[in-house]
């Protein structure tokens, strides 16, 4: 590069023969994506964050709480179930678990990135492995998480009494025990939006684990493939990071 | 089409200085999200608008670990790094707003 780039050129970087964010296409591009699928998320959590006004906070001591119609629930009094220890408050244990997992992945993820640029292909593939995994725990956390929101607490005293008697327990998308109907909704919308990303994350990952595996990259000369899905798994930990923060936290 | 290229490329040695920092940043990250987890176990009540700040400026230091080591940003090119930062900045600066006073909207409507 620096034979071609001539003295008029190193004037300006803009004018063709360099690149002048020192990026490759594909990352740069890798980049702008994940830009746009920021823009996507704080979409969601722009609605979250208009949409809670359309019902008062709860007023009462956290103690005391019990959901209603008539205001906002307050998420730790929701999200206090871990899988084993069913009726134990045990508030945002669970989430804050899910939260290590995730971070943890990030971490093996940027170790991957960094055995690639030495291009230790044994390394790469075993901490890429350790990403997968722990996208996969992720996953199946999210699954029960999912589940028993869907299903309710059973709690004493929680539940809609419906008119032929029954009680209805949980939340789908048009009923909710745990408080106004928008509440399931956008959590249905944002940690499923989220958990969308996390599983194309896993099988983004797992294809370019193959291509390492069969010594793709090592035919190329570098591992950049494994820097950009790095990328997106990271952007995938970040978001969730905000999503921990605004919807279960505040 | 460089096919029957011999895989010549040589392993490097690990680069130990580089690894601890990652170690280091994560360590930060897993001590940041214990912290926010105890103050939303213990903060009273009466505290609320201090504890969501508190909440929001951790979430943003998480975030600026994250981005900064490791999506590796900090070590970009400036024209990079800001053409990521400009936008997000006036984003989460809108969530923030929006999380903030946005019953003022909700009001205005009805």
């Known amino acids: 590069m620096a034979s071609i780039a001539s003295s008029e050129r190193v004037k300006n970087i803009w004018k063709g023969g360099v690149s002048p964010m020192r990026v490759s296409y594909g990352k740069l591009m890798m980049w702008f994506f994940l830009l746009s699928d920021a823009l996507t998320f704080s979409g969601l959590l722009i609605t979250y964050g208009l949409l809670r006004y359309s019902k008062p906070a709860y007023q009462g001591a956290v103690d005391a709480f019990v959901p209603s119609q008539e205001y906002w629930p307050v998420p730790e009094k929701i999200f206090d179930a871990i899988p084993f220890f069913h009726g134990v408050h045990l508030p945002l244990v669970f989430v804050a678990f899910m939260t290590f997992v995730l971070i943890l992945s990030s971490v093996t993820m940027v170790l991957a990135v960094e055995a690639g640029s030495r291009n230790d292909k044994k390394t790469v593939l075993k901490w890429m492995l350790w990403t997968i995994i722990g996208g996969l725990t992720f996953l199946s956390c999210q699954a029960w998480e999912w589940t028993h929101f869907i299903n309710g607490s059973g709690k004493e005293g929680w539940g809609i009494l419906l008119d032929n008697g029954a009680l209805f327990t949980g939340a789908n998308l048009h009923m909710n025990e745990y408080g106004p109907q928008l509440f399931a909704d956008l959590f249905f919308f944002i940690t499923g939006f989220h958990g969308t990303h996390v599983l194309s994350g896993v099988v983004i990952n797992l294809i370019i684990f193959y291509q390492v595996a069969v010594g793709k990259m090592e035919k190329r000369g570098h591992y950049e493939m494994v820097e950009k899905v790095g990328l997106y798994w990271h952007f995938v930990d970040l978001v969730w990071v905000f999503v921990f923060t605004f919807y279960y936290l505040i | ?110």
């Open chain 2, 1 to 110: 089409m460089a096919l029957d290229e011999q895989s010549t490329v040589a392993v490097k040695p690990v680069n130990k200085s580089k690894v601890w920092l990652l170690v280091k940043v994560a360590i930060i990250l897993g001590v940041i999200t214990v912290a926010e987890f105890i103050i939303a176990y213990t903060f009273p009540d009466t505290l609320r608008v201090l504890k969501i700040s508190i909440f929001v400026g951790l979430t943003i230091v998480k975030a600026f670990y994250i981005v900064a080591e490791f999506m590796h940003l900090k070590y970009e090119v400036k024209a990079l790094i800001w053409a990521i930062m400009l936008p997000m900045i006036f984003v989460v600066w809108l969530i923030i707003a929006l999380i903030n006073e946005g019953g003022a909207i909700l009001q205005a409507v009805y």
